[in-house]
């Protein structure tokens, strides 16, 4: 029985897929941030078009 947990106490495995689940947090929010500032560029950039076709 000691053995056991002590070869769970040295998996190195789940530790792998914890950092990768962290990098992937990291882009999500990274693509999130340039998304939503490249999204709010398009609407303002919209909004000029539509009021100088309006003129």
């Given at each position: 029985?000691?053995?056991?947990?002590?070869?769970l106490m040295n998996d190195q495995s789940?530790?792998?897929?914890?950092?990768?689940?962290?990098?992937?947090?990291?882009?999500s929010v990274a693509a999130i941030?340039?998304?939503?500032?490249?999204?709010?560029?398009?609407?303002?950039?919209?909004?000029?078009?539509?009021?100088?076709?309006?003129?």
């Open positions: 029985m000691f053995s056991i947990l002590q070869e789940g530790a792998t897929a914890i950092e990768y689940g962290l990098i992937v947090a990291l882009v941030t340039g998304f939503s500032a490249l999204g709010n560029k398009i609407g303002e950039t919209m909004n000029m078009v539509a009021a100088n076709l309006s003129r």
